[in-house]
């Protein structure tokens, strides 16, 4: 019988992406994946003949450019190009349009508020300082600030010196912005509803949060330290959809000798004397290795993946009460044309960018009050792009994909989801688009509904949490997922983890997939392949 | 369906840069056609050639769209204690029609931007300033029985400003302009729209500002460049490239070139205290608190750990960006922020972020100078000489009446 020396479970980029750095370090590793595609959230699938969608993670910022370089994935096919501004519709017939171009945009917020014009210099001055501390820590095991070891306190003191860059009262601010809601924090700033509601949408997204949940100022950080070629805060498109992504890093890990298997899901991590040794598919098949990796999120991985007399009774309470509340849906629609926005002028750059239709905060507040009472938000959030404005390969010239992602969906709808009310929560979305587009209806050749229902049972996202656990400060850095366990290593020996469920969290990042191959290379007394980050002095 | 409102017209997306009231005359002037943004204003760099506008500053005269610079309307029974709240100096003596060069500090006493006061009359009050400051300004006012409104698009301004300014502004038409003293505001018609001239400017030399309607605009320009169709005077528009060498050799600091604001500065050491700036004489303890008092009171108590100062480099290798150190290829104690080759000084000025040991200037400065001949790169050491004085001044620019021409 083949033992290899790694097993991944679960072909998503996170997975793949520690896959990758273990097969650069020469092991024999295989990824096995339930789906007959590989990607997970990253994925271009053609639910529509012609039509490729980015069917769960549709724009890319996040993804940390170090890992880009290092498996050389420009040569492996990714391209990711920047996406231009945004625009929030407001119900009285304007709009706030984030133009690509600063004079235009500064124009712009003056048009709704001249204060709050010059309020976002001191807005952006600030959410960087945010920024550049919390990115020195994406590319880093976090220490664990209970333990002894060299390691770890130097670890912490690096943690705390990085901290402590910080001014006095940047110290301060700091902190609460942490933990507070993102509301409270932009109203320090601003006091025109639209540019409120504009800034705060990033901060709900994914989230079982409502605005004026404390906690979601950082859910916006999480928005906005990505980068595209080093402007902090952009988004891009990945060339060919998300799919793009992991067909990468995919093909990456196979220049390096690696194995990919779909159609081959795990059903359980196989322990022996408290030592991981394998997988058990469920076809019945056992597979061997000298680790054995998890990129399920942490309920998955502890309550299903193994066996509760295998790993400590703590362990699976947290397990179990680790929040992970799926709050999010996805309509994605293959459309005949560009639909029309008769708000925007003729010629308007403002369609190639993020476009939302919640223009105060009460009615982001209102969206989440729906979820709290398992019902989908009759006035939902969306987050809607259409990347084939850019993207030739993704549907037929002439023709639009667009991505609607939507905030809030229930993962129990009153009574349970059936078909008839996916397909009700799908037409309040196309309703409320529809509003602002007379054609748009007209367009509609095929829709994809996805409620977490269906983003739990097809990608395998718990709830259809989309950040495989949120993202609040007791469940980040060394308490994600569990403390204790924020070192990606399992409670047996040679069980790891690599998900988003562990730092730094979810997005299309690869963070975590590095983070662990760091951690497994360790542990097997093999050179570290992951990169170190670049740097931001 | 929602309709689009005609209470606020679209911001047009295809006017990257904003047209200034003078657009029409600029846009005829400038020969080279390169724009800057000021302020998201289109603004020229260079009209014609650097040195012809240069020296039209130091020689002659020249005439400069200030439109762009930021201007607030300060208003209300509070105006003077508002005013005087926000800045380090003391404004409670500054007369109506009389000007003053302000700077203004966040509570840990880190520069926000630097500006003017105009007392226009009694009570009325106009902050010219760098950098956007709205936000700052209504934050500051609470508490203030005060009307802060923006105007910067709402006054149309050109500086006038030269040798000859005074001769010209007179040929124009304007009365009183040679019984104006420096920072003094008069009121006077030219052409027979009603301006403001203020004896005020950013070159060091001879010159005022001419403020007025922006409808009137195109007319008020007009009637400035008559006195040159009348064969009379030389007069240029000059941009922001000649404007920056005359600024360098007078020794005036620019917010956001020579320093961060306190505003737009991430990094926890990239603010800078008036102090740290060497203005230290714009900041009054005697007068009623005023914000980032007790930071700086703090601060003055302590010595100096940097300063900017102002360098003057030798040979003729200009300092872009160069590093400074305490000996040839000795310890790191600085950087040049801003620098210029001085066409009548014949030598290299510069701004400087210089490191102070003890509170002392570092005795000896070398700058390691790149410069590159036909593509290929080269580097040297220049020694540099402290100056606490502007690099250049001449009498002209401060006798009343001006000299005739």
């Known amino acids: 019988m083949k033992n290899y020396d790694a097993i991944i479970i679960g072909a998503g980029h996170n997975g793949l992406t520690n896959a990758a750095f273990l097969a650069k370090a020469g092991l024999d590793v295989v990824v096995l994946e339930k789906n007959d595609y590989i990607g997970g959230a990253t994925a271009s699938l053609e639910l529509h003949q012609d039509w490729k969608y980015s069917n769960c993670s549709y724009v890319c910022s996040l993804f940390r450019p170090e890992i880009y370089q290092s498996l050389d994935l420009g040569r492996h096919g990714l391209e990711v190009v920047p996406l231009q501004g945004s625009v929030t519709f407001k119900q009285d017939g304007d709009y706030l349009g984030s133009y690509h171009q600063p004079t235009v945009w500064r124009r712009e917020v003056a048009r709704h508020s001249k204060r709050d014009a010059d309020a976002a210099i001191r807005f952006d001055a600030d959410l960087m300082k945010w920024c550049r501390l919390i990115r020195g820590f994406l590319l880093r095991t976090p220490p664990d600030p209970a333990s002894f070891k060299i390691r770890d306190a130097m670890e912490f003191a690096y943690l705390l010196k990085r901290f402590y860059s910080l001014s006095e009262s940047q110290i301060y601010e700091f902190i609460r912005f942490f933990t507070m809601s993102i509301a409270e924090y932009l109203e320090q700033y601003f006091e025109s509803d639209v540019i409120l ?45 998300m799919g793009s992504v992991s067909a990468a890093i995919g093909s990456a890990f196979k220049s390096y000798g690696g194995n990919i298997r779909t159609n081959a899901e795990v059903q359980n991590i196989i322990v022996k004397g408290r030592k991981a040794t394998g997988v058990m598919l469920a076809s019945g098949e056992q597979i061997y290795a000298k680790a054995v990796v998890s990129n399920l999120d942490a309920k ?60 105060t905060l009460e009615r982001l507040e209102r969206a989440y009050d729906d979820w709290k009472d398992d019902r989908w938000s009759q006035d939902p959030y969306v987050d809607m792009v259409i990347p084939t404005q850019y993207d030739p390969t993704m549907a037929p010239p002439g023709k639009h994909m667009m991505s609607v992602f939507v905030q809030y969906c229930p993962v129990e709808a009153d009574g349970g989801w059936t078909d008839a009310k996916r397909d009700a929560f799908g037409a309040a979305v196309i309703d409320q688009i529809a509003d602002y587009s007379p054609n748009f209806k007209d367009l509609i050749l095929h829709a994809e509904i996805r409620t977490p229902r269906e983003l739990e049972a097809e990608v395998g996202l718990t709830e259809g949490n989309i950040f495989q656990g949120e993202l609040t400060l007791d469940q980040l850095m060394f308490n994600r997922p569990f403390p204790g366990y924020a070192q990606y290593r399992g409670p047996v020996k040679n069980m790891y983890m690599c998900s988003s469920s562990n730092h730094p969290g979810g997005g299309v990042m690869g963070a975590p997939g590095a983070n662990s191959a760091r951690e497994i290379l360790r542990d097997l007394g093999k050179p570290n392949t992951t990169p170190e980050d670049f740097g931001d002095d | 369906m929602p309709t689009q409102t005609d209470s606020h017209p679209a911001t047009n997306f295809r006017e990257v840069l904003q047209p200034s009231p003078f657009q029409t005359r600029i846009d005829e002037q400038c020969l080279v056609q390169e724009w800057m943004s000021w302020n998201g204003y289109k603004t020229a760099r260079v009209f014609d050639t650097l040195a012809s506008e240069y020296f039209a500053v130091r020689s002659t005269c020249s005439v400069m769209d200030l439109t762009p610079m930021e201007k607030y309307r300060i208003t209300g029974p509070d105006a003077m204690a508002f005013l005087n709240r926000l800045v380090t100096r003391d404004i409670s003596a500054l007369k109506p029609r009389r000007v003053t060069y302000v700077i203004w500090c966040n509570d840990e006493g880190k520069v926000l931007d630097d500006g003017t006061i105009f007392h226009l009359s009694e009570g009325d009050y106009r902050l010219c300033s760098q950098h956007h400051q709205l936000d700052w300004l209504l934050l500051s006012s609470l508490g203030f029985d005060v009307n802060i409104e923006q105007e910067t698009h709402n006054i149309a301004a050109l500086a006038v400003q030269g040798p000859t300014s005074c001769s010209v502004l007179t040929a124009a038409g304007v009365t009183g302009v040679e019984r104006l003293k420096p920072f003094d505001i008069g009121y006077s018609t030219l052409n027979g729209i009603d301006v403001m001239v203020s004896r005020t400017g950013f070159t060091g030399d001879l010159g005022y500002e001419v403020w007025a309607d922006p409808t009137k605009a195109l007319a008020v320009w007009d009637a400035i460049f008559a006195v040159k169709e009348q064969g009379l005077f030389d007069i240029r528009p000059i941009g922001l490239g000649a404007l920056d060498m005359v600024r360098i050799e007078a020794g005036f600091i620019m917010p956001g070139d020579d320093f961060n604001t306190a505003e737009t500065a991430v990094r926890a050491d990239r603010d800078r205290s008036p102090f740290e700036l060497g203005l230290a004489w714009l900041v009054s303890f005697k007068k009623p608190y005023f914000t980032g008092k007790k930071a700086l009171l703090a601060e003055s108590k302590m010595l100096t750990g940097r300063r900017l100062v102002r360098l003057s480099v030798e040979g003729n290798k200009t300092p872009t960006d160069a590093f400074l150190y305490d000996s040839k290829g000795g310890s790191r104690i600085g950087t040049i922020k801003s620098c210029v080759w001085s066409p009548i000084l014949k030598m290299n000025v510069s701004l400087a972020d210089v490191e102070f040991v003890k509170g002392k200037p570092p005795e000896n400065i070398w700058a390691e100078i790149y410069y590159q001949k036909e593509l290929e790169w080269r580097a040297t050491w220049a020694k540099c000489t402290m100056s606490t004085k502007p690099f250049w001044s001449h009498p002209r620019s401060s006798i009343t009446p001006p000299n005739k021409f």
Do not use: C, Q
């Not at chain 1, 004026?212 to 859910?219: E, F, K, L, M, Q």
């Not at chain 1, 916006?220 to 060339?239: C, I, P, Q, T, Y």
């Open chain 1, 300 to 359: 998955r991985t502890f309550l299903s993946l193994m066996d509760a007399n295998d790993i400590p009774a703590d362990l699976v309470k947290r397990a179990e009460n680790f929040k992970i509340r799926g709050s999010s849906g996805k309509v994605n629609i293959a459309l005949d044309g560009m639909p029309e926005f008769p708000a925007l002028p003729k010629g308007s750059p403002l369609t190639l960018g993020h476009m939302h239709f919640t223009d």
């Open chain 1, 197 to 241: 509601a504009h800034f705060s949408g990033g901060s709900i997204i994914g989230t079982g949060l409502g605005v004026y949940s404390p906690g979601t100022a950082y859910v916006l950080l999480h928005h906005a330290m990505g980068d595209v070629d080093g402007n902090v805060g952009s988004w891009g498109f990945a060339r060919g959809g």
